[in-house]
């Protein structure tokens, strides 16, 4: 009988970043035959899940020459999703029951980092990584081909120049931050920061804050500062002109929502936009993140601009450059550990030849839709990725794409309850709830996968 030659191709590939998306990418390209190399800048996996009590030089995180601290966890966070809807969809993020781990529902994010660490264990991922080792440059040479530039600890001398066939970028986009911009600031006399550097509430005693933002992050960020500050002044783009609201029904009292900033005085005033005034101490900027990617060169064919990263079809290829450059996990207002994996499915099998892509023309055509609908709904730019309701949808259409079942329905019906839930207690949606039914159907699926469904590399 004849060998069997296989008619998919195996490539070289370098994954950037040993995050949750660099890790299940990796797993992905693996599982269809890949040689992957992981870089990772930091010491461990985990990304964003690995806190750090230090903060940047530059507490603003604007100045391009400081020292950058990857994570922007505060010592307190404990997730925003329930841990079942949260984890990836073969590896579930069930309490391991033993007692240095957190059991809760909405765990701190030590048990995160350690679910992650478990994951690369158990997929013999770390075998992979290169850790401490960050990519400088990642750019297009002849013939389709990706050259990758790497460096190990602070020795230039010892840059790395390697050749790869694909580039799958993991480098995660909650580093760099985003500023609100503000009339008057540079005279003013306070203390301002990006939540970034924000790590714990004590250096805030007896202050007045005024905190810019209406996300998930600036909720749990005032409520943390509140219970040690004088006063709490939230200034939100959700909140009509002509609101000054004592936001009641926390165990602190001390907490107010204003519209946005209209200016500072340099008497240490900050005026809102229906003509409040609050003489503060601290300006904490919770106003998101920006994308970066300052090692990629592609001759101009993606750019960031005002926080679209483009043209990407599926917010995964630039169509010019397809399979060979492609990101995982730059979409936010999503569930995201499930997201990846259906994203790096979809890429491995692409570069494989396993899966199909429409032509470059067919897949600019598509992108060029998706921004006229984004203009014709009046969405702005920097909203290119943010999913939000339709990513159930997206997630699907990925999984059809790859042959494979798409989001389950109690995973979509779980997520829906826990934003109702947030959104009428924001105080306590992480200890209570009223969707044990889809917990229970939950542990009823995790039961039909083998234990935390590792060892299947
Ligand atoms: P990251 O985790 O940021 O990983 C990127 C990795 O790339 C890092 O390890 C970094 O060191 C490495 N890297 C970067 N540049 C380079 C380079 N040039 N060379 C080599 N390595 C590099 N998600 C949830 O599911 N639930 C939550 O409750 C939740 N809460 C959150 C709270 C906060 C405050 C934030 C900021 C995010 C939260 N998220 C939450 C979203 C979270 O970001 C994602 O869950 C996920 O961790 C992102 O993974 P990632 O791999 O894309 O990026």
């Not at 081909?145 to 790395?160: C, L, M, P, Q, T």
């Not at 909140?239 to 001390?254: P, R, T």
Request: hydrophobic share 40%; charged share 25%.
């Amino acid at each position: 009988m004849a060998p069997s030659i296989s008619l998919f191709k195996s490539r070289d590939v370098a994954v950037i970043g040993a995050g949750a998306a660099g890790l299940v990418a990796a797993r992905e390209l693996r599982r269809e035959g890949h040689k992957v190399v992981v870089f990772e800048r930091e010491r461990q996996v985990g990304g964003t899940w690995v806190y750090t009590p230090t903060v940047e030089t530059d507490p603003l995180g604007s100045d391009p020459s400081r020292h950058i601290v990857h994570s922007s966890l505060y010592a307190s966070l404990r997730t925003n999703l329930p841990r079942e809807v949260m984890g990836f969809l073969d590896y579930p993020f069930v309490s391991t029951g033993e007692p240095h781990r957190d059991p809760r529902r909405f765990p701190g994010h030590r048990e995160v980092s350690l679910y992650l660490k478990d994951f690369a264990v158990g997929f013999g991922l770390s075998e992979l990584i290169r850790f401490e080792t960050e990519v400088v440059y990642a750019g297009l040479v002849e013939d389709d081909k990706w050259r990758v530039k790497s460096r190990s600890g602070n020795d230039a001398a010892i840059d790395v120049e390697e050749i790869f066939d694909a580039v799958v970028v993991c480098n995660g986009h909650y580093t760099e931050p985003r500023l609100a911009e503000i009339p008057g600031i540079d005279a003013w006399p306070g203390k301002h920061m990006h939540s970034h550097n924000y790590r714990i509430p004590e250096p805030f005693r007896d202050q007045v804050v005024v905190l810019i933002g209406g996300a998930a992050s600036a909720v749990d960020i005032s409520m943390d500062i509140a219970q040690v500050a004088k006063a709490v002044h939230i200034a939100s783009r959700s909140v009509e002109a002509g609101i000054l609201e004592k936001l009641s029904g926390n165990a602190v009292d001390n907490m107010w929502l204003h519209p946005m900033i209209e200016s500072v005085q340099k008497d240490g005033t900050v005026i809102f936009y229906d003509g409040s005034v609050v003489l503060a101490d601290v300006i904490l900027h919770c106003t998101g993140y920006k994308y970066h990617f300052p090692f990629l060169d592609t001759s101009g064919i993606v750019t960031v601009d005002d926080n679209r990263v483009g043209p990407l079809y599926k917010h995964i290829f630039p169509p010019h450059l397809a399979p060979g450059l492609s990101f995982v996990g730059l979409l936010w207002k999503v569930l995201p550990f499930p997201m990846f994996e259906f994203q790096s499915k979809w890429i491995a099998g692409a570069l494989s030849g396993r899966i199909g892509l429409p032509s470059q023309e067919e897949m600019m055509a598509d992108v060029s839709a998706f921004y006229l609908s984004l203009e014709a709904s009046d969405t702005p730019k920097h909203y290119t990725h943010n999913l939000a309701d339709s990513q159930f949808e997206y997630d699907d259409w990925l999984a059809l794409e790859c042959g494979i079942p798409g989001v389950e329905e109690w995973r979509k019906k779980m997520y829906q309850a826990t934003a109702k839930n947030r959104k009428a207690r924001p105080d306590k949606y992480r200890d209570e709830w009223e969707d044990e039914d889809l917990m229970l159907e939950a542990q009823k699926d995790f039961a039909r996968c083998r234990p935390n469904g590792a060892g299947d590399n």
